[in-house]
């Protein structure tokens, strides 16, 4: 079974810039989350989508935003992009949107901004 | 902020128990304890959790004490591949928020030969 996809694995964009990273979620699984890890902390929640709704979000800025599509596919959206948001960018999918459910992480996509 | 407390480092020889603590002193009576290991430039994997019993899989176990204040997770027997970071998460029980967990630093376990 194919387990979470994210693409693109690896980018490079400049300051100012737009990104959109997206996001496959295990077949069956409704609710997506993001996360951000910067080098060397642990990931920060972004957000999370279940069944197209936003249910969650982090302490991140307008810039940042996304969305949930009728498969349960998710893109993350970053504009502006400043130096700082240079980070893996993980996607995580499971079953349900609450209660005592498992989080199945993908492998991330790695932005650079220079 | 991350509810969690773990040391930042430990070293394990090669099949021996890897014991990794974490304190959670203000843990709510519902909330579960997670475990989540991130081998290098890899996502996070899920290892186990529990909410107040013991709880053993194939990849580990989870003693939680009674005041459920602490717990420690168990890998029985580590091997090489089991250098991660491990992380221990109080998991946000909300149910709008299923999705939220708050990661801390996490231990770096390092299994030598």
């Known amino acids: 079974d194919a387990g979470v996809t994210q693409s693109p694995t690896h980018l490079i964009k400049t300051r100012g810039q737009q990104v959109t990273l997206r996001c496959s979620p295990i077949?069956?699984?409704?609710?997506v989350s993001w996360y951000q890890q910067v080098l060397g902390q642990g990931p920060q929640f972004i957000f999370q989508?279940?069944?197209?709704?936003?249910?969650g979000r982090g302490n991140f800025p307008d810039r940042f935003s996304a969305r949930q599509f009728p498969n349960y596919s998710s893109e993350l959206n970053v504009n502006a992009l400043l130096l700082g948001d240079s980070a893996l960018y993980l996607c995580?999918?499971?079953?349900?949107?609450?209660?005592?459910?498992?989080?199945?992480f993908g492998a991330g996509s790695r932005l650079t901004v220079l | 902020d991350a509810k969690t407390t773990q040391p930042p480092s430990m070293d394990c020889a090669e099949g021996r128990a890897a014991n990794l603590p974490c304190n959670h002193s203000?843990?709510?009576?519902?909330?579960?304890v997670y475990w989540y290991r991130q081998i290098h430039s890899q996502g996070p994997q899920y290892i186990i959790h529990?909410?107040?019993n013991n709880e053993t899989n194939e990849m580990a176990s989870l003693i939680i004490t009674e005041d459920r204040k602490s717990s420690t997770l168990i890998l029985p027997h580590a091997t090489l591949r089991d250098t991660a970071v491990y992380y221990c998460?109080?998991?946000?029980?909300?149910?709008?928020?299923?999705?939220?967990?708050?990661f801390g630093q996490g231990t770096e376990l390092s299994v030598k030969p």
């Open positions: 995580a999918s499971s079953l349900v949107g609450h209660g005592a459910n498992v989080l199945t």
């Open positions: 077949s069956g699984h409704k609710s």
């Open positions: 989508y279940y069944e197209k709704e936003e249910r």
């Open positions: 203000t843990i709510s009576g519902n909330e579960y």
């Open positions: 529990g909410l107040k």
């Open positions: 998460i109080v998991r946000v029980s909300v149910e709008s928020q299923g999705g939220k967990l708050i």
